[in-house]
Nanobody
């Protein structure tokens, strides 16, 4: 099983990035997919999640609502995180994860994790 995240980088405040995560080794459509982030010295926190299958159900952490959008492409085994209006406080390493548990925001509910992609937002 492998989750490969990409798309991170350095961007100015107000800019946008699109993260992608490809899942291999599992039936992608059978898994809820989530994005988490971890800033230096802080705990890993939930960002967004989408349910298995169609991805019609989404969950977002309050501070990113209206700025970030999670989506999935089952044909490409890929989940995306479109991040707009980025702020310096969004700076973190972003991780994608897969779960078959009920769609929740707890890291412990996710069994499979990617390696992370770094996002740096300059002011």
């Amino acid at each position: 099983v492998q989750l490969q995240a990409s798309g991170g980088g350095l961007v100015q405040a107000g800019g946008s990035l699109r993260l992608s995560c490809v899942l291999s080794g599992l039936t992608f459509s059978a898994y809820n997919m989530g994005w988490f982030r971890q800033a230096p010295g802080k705990e890993r926190e939930f960002v967004a999640a989408t349910n298995s299958g169609s991805g019609s159900i989404t969950r977002y952490e309050d501070s990113i609502k209206g700025r970030f959008t999670i989506s999935r492409d089952n044909a490409k085994n890929t989940v995306h995180l479109q991040m707009n209006s980025l702020k310096p406080e969004d700076t973190a390493t972003y991780y994608c994860a897969a779960s078959q548990a009920i769609l929740v925001s707890l890291p412990s509910a996710y069994k499979y994790w990617g390696q992370g992609t770094e996002v740096t937002v300059s002011s």
